[in-house]
């Protein structure tokens, strides 16, 4: 039985509301409903397509600015960020990101997304990658979209040295991992620089 349209658009606003990463194509999978008919309930209810959300969700949150790296050097969208703590970025493959005879996306930008972001979140002019430890675990194809979540771990033993781990995922499934040791500037210790 198909849901009503009133109480269809009630739930599709909060669903946006919990997670405004959605796109309308897995919105409409969610609702079971046409593409169409979700980009025509967003409009009736005053909610703005993805790409405006997300302008909206990083205006929201981005509390900070980052220091490591100019804006366009970053690959992919920062849409939360708090230094030295944890940060998220949405990637967005395209068929340009893709290897042509396969519809893979090729892995150095995933881990240029993953990478960026580990230097993004440090709380440093200078950050820079020693180490990192990477796993592909599926496929990422154009259409999807990454989301990355990096987090800051202490380490007392590292001297002017963090570890970052970051995890990315399209929808809930888990695409990539990475553990990124991270030289920077200031000693991690005393908080002050050399």
């Known amino acids: 039985m198909r849901m009503p349209k009133k109480e269809r658009q009630r739930l599709l606003g909060l669903l946006l509301e919990k997670n405004p990463f959605l796109t309308d194509e897995e919105v409409s999978d969610h609702f079971t409903v046409s593409v ?3 980009r025509l309930d967003r409009l009736e209810c005053g909610i703005p397509e993805l790409r405006e ?8 949150t981005m509390k900070e600015e980052v220091k490591s790296l100019h804006s366009d050097e970053i690959i992919g969208d920062i849409v939360d960020i708090e230094l030295d703590k944890r940060a998220l970025s949405i ?25 960026s972001l580990a230097v993004a979140v440090m709380d440093d002019d200078l950050a820079l990658t020693v180490k990192s430890t990477i796993l592909f675990l599926k496929p990422v ?8 979540r990096a987090d800051v771990k202490e380490d007392s033993l590292l001297k002017k040295r963090t570890l970052v781990e970051v995890v990315s995922k399209v929808g809930d ?4 991992t990475g553990e990124f040791y991270m030289y920077r500037m200031t000693d991690t210790q005393q908080g002050e620089s050399n």
């Open 36 to 38: 169409q008919t979700i």
């Open 91 to 115: 990637f967005d493959v395209t068929e340009d990101h893709v290897f042509q005879r396969n519809g893979i996306a090729r892995g150095h930008h995933l881990f240029a997304q993953a990478n």
């Open 141 to 148: 194809r154009a259409g999807d979209r990454v989301v990355a």
């Open 53 to 60: 959300r997300l302008k909206s969700v990083a205006s929201r």
């Open 173 to 176: 499934e888990t695409v990539f």
